[in-house]
Each structure stands twice: as C-alpha cells, then as structure tokens.
C-alpha cells in the first residue's frame, strides 16, 4: 500500500488540510496541489494552498493558479507537501517562525517521486515517495486507485497537466508505460489534451513586436569557446521596453542549445546599478557549475547567477573559466547524475561530485537568477 492505515486514518480525520507546494512551482507541485484541492475537497474537507513564491507566469493557464497562496494559515490539522522532499526548497516557508512552529507540531505527509537524495525535512514528516512515477500526480493517481478516493473531471485534468509537465509530454527517460496508461485513465475522467493544451498554447502568444524583436535577438547571439558557448546580451533599455510582455533571454535561451555544437546557453543581461543576471541552459550538466562560480545556483542543465561586474570585463572571465570547464568535461572529470527533466521548475535530486570542481569557487545559497 502507498498510503498505511495510521496516514489513511490522518486524512479520513482531517477537518482542514493545508497543501504546501515548495518554492520551486511547476506543473507537477501545482497540478498535484489543485488535484488534492479537488479530491480532498469532495471528501467535505476545507483545503488551502501554501506556494511561498509567486506562481511563475508560465503556469496561469493551469486553472486555479491563483489559488495557491503565500499565506500559511495555522488552523489547519493536516500538512500534506506535494513534489518536494528537501529543507533547501522550503526554506522561505521555514524562515516564517510560526509556519516552522506549524510544521514541527502538525502532522505532515510529504508526497514526491524519484528522490535521489536522502529526505532531510527538519521536521517530523511520513515520507510517501514513489520511485517509479514520473511525476507527484502519477503517485496520487495511484493513491487514488488503492483507496477509492473519487477523480473529479478537474482533479482529473489536474493530474493529467502535472505528469504532461514533468514527462515532458511523456517522452522523457522517467516516463513508464504506466504513465501512458495513468494518463488514458484521466482522459476516461474527464482531462481534455486538447483543451489543456489551447490554453498553454494562448498563454504563450506573444505581440507582433516581440516576435520582432526575438528575430533581432537571434541576429545578435554570439558564439564563443570554438562554437560551444551561445551568448545573447540583453540590454536595460530592452528590458524596459519588453519584459513586462516577455522575459527577453527566454524568447531565444531554449532555442539556442538546439544549435550543433552548442553546448551551453546563457543569456546575459544588465542594469543600471552595474548589476548583471545570466540565465543558463546547458546541453552538459554544467549549469550549476558555472553559475556557482559566479555565487549563483540552479541544476545540472539550467541555473542562474547574479553578480555586480561590468559587462566586458566578467565576459573575459567568463570565456577564460569556459575554457577550463569545457576541458575538465572533456577529461571526464564532471560527475553527474542524469536528471528527471530540465526546466527551471525542476526540484530533481542532483548532485555534482564537487572533488572534481577543482578550482572553481562554490558559493551556494545564492540567487537562482532571473525570472
Ligand atoms: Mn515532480
């Protein structure tokens, strides 16, 4: 069984039950969280949803977005974390002394999937994590299976866009044959693809102007370190005058990894009081390498960073520090563990062996980069 008796007992017995995403929402956290927001609720519960950060634009097409919400109300009897198992992704949650005092006095469940890392919640939590779903949403479904807990049409659609996101439209290594098979189940319930998917699709438009000027972007992007590095600059006027309809570096970052040769992307930009962010999407799982030597963090395949240098000048150290970590790849001296799946949003177990790091300075804990 997935869930034992004593879990099943807390959640029959739960009056009011808070849904705690962490602070890395995806498709997956915020699927799950809306799906356990419709299966506990026709159970006659009250649900909440907790999300520390804001819900990133990406995801408002996924209805009841704006549900998750940075307040932690204290009333309720029952925590259940959805896609996250480690203390590192709830450390805003953790840094609100009467939502710690929360979690170490109520009952927690965490639901996850495919951890590679130990478990280390600094609190006491019953640990439901499966080792074979592609994503937090394929667990619930199978949870649901085993204690005949009801999937309405929007719980079902719920759990359809929170394995879509993390399969990667089930394409990805982690997808099983069982996800296929979970996913026709929740068309059966009610999730309509085609419906899901024109409404990610009329989130994503863009004005005319900003096609444009992603054509602009694409002209300028610079190749360095024999074709291996894909640099585009964004400058504080372009931020102005696009970012309020779409973040500059991402018209053109994911695209960029898909040039031969090219084995790391980073979009750079700039602003007036000398600060500079840079966005990473690598091809080698290097990306939190390079963001931590400028104190930035991230994962193997997309990271980010943020430093006070001027522009030309941190160029120069960083196609000098690209060299290195291009040669001490090519020497077979990374280490890494393949993650589950590449965006932002990815909460994968990862590791980097850091003896072989050599000389590059670790600064961990630092920004993430740019949204
Ligand atoms: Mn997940």
Same mark, same amino acid.
């Given at each position: 069984?997935?869930?034992?008796? =004593?879990?099943?007992?807390?959640?029959?017995?739960?009056?009011?039950?808070?849904?705690?995403?962490? &602070?890395?929402?995806?498709?997956?956290?915020?699927?799950?969280? +809306?799906?356990?927001?419709?299966?506990?609720?026709?159970?006659?519960?009250?649900?909440?949803? @907790?999300?520390?950060?804001?819900?990133?634009?990406?995801?408002?097409?996924?209805?009841?977005?704006?549900?998750?919400?940075?307040?932690?109300?204290? =009333?309720?009897?029952?925590?259940? #974390?959805?896609?996250?198992?480690?203390?590192?992704?709830?450390? *805003?949650?953790?840094?609100?002394?009467?939502? *710690?005092?929360?979690? &170490?006095?109520?009952?927690?469940?965490?639901?996850?999937? @495919?951890?590679?890392?130990?478990?280390? +919640?600094?609190?006491?939590?019953?640990?439901?994590?499966?080792?074979?779903?592609?994503?937090? !949403?394929? +667990?619930?479904?199978?949870?649901?299976?085993?204690?005949?807990?009801?999937?309405?049409?929007?719980?079902?659609?719920?759990?359809? #866009?929170?394995?879509?996101?993390?399969?990667?439209?089930?394409?990805?290594?982690?997808?099983?044959?069982?996800?296929?098979?979970?996913? !026709?189940?929740?068309?059966?319930?009610?999730?309509?693809?085609?419906?899901?998917?024109?409404?990610?699709? &009329?989130?994503?438009?863009?004005?005319? &102007?900003?096609? *444009?000027?992603? !054509?602009? +972007?694409?002209?300028?992007?610079?190749?360095?370190?024999?074709?291996?590095?894909?640099?585009?600059?964004?400058?504080?006027?372009?931020?102005?005058?696009?970012?309020?309809?779409?973040?500059?570096?991402?018209?053109?970052?994911?695209?960029?990894?898909l040039v031969y040769g090219v084995d790391v992307a980073i979009g750079v930009k700039t602003y007036p009081d000398g600060k500079l962010t840079g966005k990473l999407r690598t091809n080698i799982p290097v990306a939190d390498q390079i963001s931590g030597y400028f104190g930035g963090g991230g994962h193997l395949f997309a990271a980010g960073f943020r430093v006070y240098e001027q522009y030309d000048k941190w160029l120069t150290e960083f196609i000098g520090m690209m060299e290195k970590i291009y040669a001490e790849y090519d020497n077979g001296e990374v280490v890494a563990i393949q993650p589950q799946h590449l965006d932002d949003g990815d909460n994968?177990?990862?590791?980097? =062996?850091?003896?072989?790091?050599?000389?590059?300075?670790?600064?961990?804990?630092?920004?993430?980069?740019?949204?």
């Amino acid at each position: 069984m997935l869930l034992n008796d =004593d879990q099943q007992a807390l959640i029959a017995g739960a009056r009011k039950i808070l849904v705690i995403q962490a &602070e890395n929402p995806d498709g997956d956290s915020l699927g799950s969280a +809306l799906a356990l927001e419709e299966i506990f609720g026709a159970m006659g519960k009250t649900v909440v949803l @907790h999300c520390p950060v804001q819900i990133p634009t990406y995801l408002r097409h996924i209805e009841g977005w704006d549900r998750a919400s940075y307040d932690f109300p204290t =009333d309720a009897d029952l925590g259940v #974390i959805v896609d996250t198992s480690s203390k590192i992704l709830l450390s *805003k949650t953790l840094a609100d002394p009467v939502a *710690k005092n929360w979690l &170490e006095h109520r009952p927690i469940l965490v639901f996850d999937h @495919h951890v590679t890392v130990t478990p280390d +919640l600094p609190f006491e939590a019953q640990y439901i994590i499966s080792e074979t779903a592609v994503a937090t !949403g394929e +667990l619930i479904f199978d949870m649901c299976q085993e204690t005949a807990w009801a999937i309405n049409a929007a719980a079902a659609t719920n759990l359809f #866009i929170s394995i879509m996101a993390d399969s990667l439209g089930l394409t990805t290594t982690a997808t099983t044959a069982d996800s296929f098979f979970t996913c !026709g189940e929740l068309v059966k319930l009610g999730a309509n693809p085609s419906d899901i998917d024109e409404k990610r699709r &009329e989130l994503m438009k863009k004005k005319p &102007e900003i096609l *444009k000027y992603k !054509g602009q +972007l694409i002209e300028r992007i610079e190749y360095y370190n024999s074709g291996r590095t894909a640099l585009v600059f964004v400058s504080f006027e372009e931020i102005q005058k696009y970012s309020n309809d779409y973040n500059p570096t991402m018209l053109v970052l994911d695209e960029m990894r898909l040039v031969y040769g090219v084995d790391v992307a980073i979009g750079v930009k700039t602003y007036p009081d000398g600060k500079l962010t840079g966005k990473l999407r690598t091809n080698i799982p290097v990306a939190d390498q390079i963001s931590g030597y400028f104190g930035g963090g991230g994962h193997l395949f997309a990271a980010g960073f943020r430093v006070y240098e001027q522009y030309d000048k941190w160029l120069t150290e960083f196609i000098g520090m690209m060299e290195k970590i291009y040669a001490e790849y090519d020497n077979g001296e990374v280490v890494a563990i393949q993650p589950q799946h590449l965006d932002d949003g990815d909460n994968a177990a990862i590791t980097i =062996d850091n003896e072989h790091l050599g000389n590059f300075r670790i600064r961990k804990g630092g920004e993430s980069g740019d949204h």
